[in-house]
């Protein structure tokens, strides 16, 4: 999950693009992991704390028939209570956090939109009209979120809804991604045929599980933990990993595949689009006939195999397969936007195949042209 949000999600990819170098966005992962790390031990030492609280100061009727992603805020507003202004700030904080994120989900499908489906259909259209329409569509997309929110509401707390929306969701499209870059026998069919199965087999177990849930008429459990029910006097506590129910059976048929717990449904969706498309791309000839470009390729067993020592390499007569596959190293035409500044003073990096003979066993040698704005 944390692969497709940072590596291939459309908000996070164009705050790449918005940085002065690459290696201040490469700075800029490396920074989010602890951040990450530390906002993730408060929140569990916060809700330590309020076990610990609840147990000594029991709730009301009102809080202890409330959601529990409402506890939180109950808990700030019993322990600040006595500071005036202290609980509306922290409130005010959540929300800001949530609008400024979801504010820049709307601009980056908005952008991908106007690039990718309309741009490319009507590329005359002028800069004041392609600004109202993008506004337009980010009105849109407001609307269809709080359908979605609506929808997310049946799924269970706020973090198994978000989780399972960005499984089902990002899932296939970082399955898309790697089959791109680590699979040279990928083609367009298998990618289009595999991202399609990804998106068919997410949508197919999301939905069903939250179908299933809901004709049972039971509350949603946790797979992966334990359910703490919180009353008034906090007397009783489930703990449904360490004390399985006997009443409850194994699920038997769809019912299986419907409780795969949803902290997997990413790694499961990008295996799915993975299999698929190079199943397909197989059937159908692979990338015979087609021009590859090698910049859009990372050669991941060359890179391993290039770690072994060299008796190792040549015990294994380790050949490099990219020298079929760069062949023909011409730069392909791509995408003049989404961040990327081309105008008639602005050069790309070009890579190059260096002239003479090259040594057996080993990959073709690119001198890399770097040129600044």
Known sequence: MMLSLYGVNQAQVQRYLSSRTEKAA?????????????????????????????????????????????????????????????????????????????????????TVTMEDLVRPWFPRFSEARATMLSRILACSYGLLCLGMAYISSQMGPVLQAAISIFGMVGGPLLGLFCLGMFFPCANPPGAVVGLLAGLIMAFWIGIGSVVTRMGSGTAPLPLNGSHFSLPSNLSTIAMTTLMPSTTLSRPTGLQRLYSLSYLWYSA???????????????????????????????????????????????????????????????????????????????????????????HPGSSPTFIVQETSL
């Open 268 to 358: 499961h969706n990008s295996t799915t689009v993975i299999v698929v498309g190079l199943l397909v791309s197989l059937l159908t000839g692979g990338m015979r006939g087609r021009t590859l470009n090698p910049r859009t390729i990372y050669p991941v067993v060359p890179r391993l195999l290039a770690l072994l020592p060299v008796s190792c390499q040549k015990r294994l007569r380790c050949k490099s397969h990219s020298q079929g596959l760069f062949g023909d190293t011409t730069v392909l035409p791509e995408k003049m936007s989404n961040g990327m500044l081309k105008g008639i003073r602005d050069k790309e990096a070009v890579a190059e195949p260096v002239k003479g003979p090259l």
């Open 26 to 110: 490469i700075l800029s992962c490396y920074a989010v992991f602890p951040c990450q790390q530390l906002v993730l031990c408060m929140s569990c030492l916060i809700g330590l704390v309020m076990f610990t609280y609840y147990k000594e100061y029991p709730m009301s009727t009102q809080q202890s028939e409330a959601a529990p992603d409402q506890f939180v805020l109950y808990f700030v507003m019993d322990l600040l209570r006595g500071l005036p202004g202290l609980p509306g700030l922290f409130v005010a904080c959540l929300f800001s956090g949530s609008l400024s994120t979801i504010s820049s989900a709307f601009n980056s499908l908005a």
